[in-house]
T-cell receptor
């Protein structure tokens, strides 16, 4: 089983749609969780951290279920500019642990 | 100006050639990383450095070497390039007390013929 698994997509949605991405991780000792965004041919950038209590940033909501080792990202009212690949990222171990990146889920928002 | 820069941005080379990819950062971060990204495989860690005197192998270090010339500079070398090292290479940095947020350079697209 791969350490971080995501549905590669692509997810093709119309503007204004709500879309959800899921991610599972294999290491139950994982410490921290994130979603990064990567535009085509660009570098990844941190979108948001994921906390056990769930967290929201505008149209974006992230959830963590430690028992099921599952992370989600919900995007409401999709914009054309949301089109990108979304990377699920996990940090294992203590503060020295490195980031493990999922392969990414591609989102395409159409007019 | 960009906080993390990489040179060159694109490079085409031949099998057996020695190649060096350079990374510089102005963020004042202690930690620097080299990743490669291949279609369908995601980002994989090649080497990382927590400070100038600390170099560590990542998931896929074979065929690569690194040098941390200064806090701000971290270079990646391919001693004898081979075609399966064709990939997009990213350098990243993070602060000592906040390793969760990594800041990536724009990437170097390397093609080995």
């Amino acid at each position: 089983r791969k350490e971080v698994e995501q549905d590669p997509g692509p997810f093709n949605v119309p503007e204004g749609a709500t879309v959800a991405f899921n991610c599972t991780y294999s290491n139950s000792a994982s410490q921290s969780f994130f979603w990064y965004r990567q535009d085509c041919r660009k570098e990844p950038k941190l979108l948001m951290s994921v906390y056990s209590s769930g967290n929201e940033d505008g149209r974006f909501t992230a959830q963590l279920n430690r028992a099921s080792q599952y992370i989600s990202l919900l995007i409401r009212d999709s914009k054309l500019s949301d089109s990108a690949t979304y990377l699920c990222v996990v940090r294992n171990g203590g503060s020295q642990g490195n980031l493990i990146f999922g392969k990414g889920t591609k989102l395409s928002v159409k007019p | 100006d960009a906080d993390v820069t990489q040179t060159p941005r694109n490079r085409i080379t031949k099998t057996g050639k020695r190649i060096m990819l350079e990374c510089s950062q102005t963020k004042g971060h202690d930690r620097m990383y080299w990743y490669r990204q291949d279609p369908g495989l995601g980002l994989r860690l090649i080497y990382y450095s927590f400070d100038v005197k600390d170099i560590n192998k990542g998931e896929i270090s074979d065929g690569y070497s690194v040098s941390r010339q200064a806090q701000a500079k971290f270079s990646l070398s391919l001693e004898s390039a081979i075609p399966n090292q064709t990939a997009l290479y990213f350098c990243a940095t993070s602060a000592f007390m906040s390793t969760d947020t990594q800041y990536f350079g724009p990437g170097t697209r390397l093609t080995v013929l």
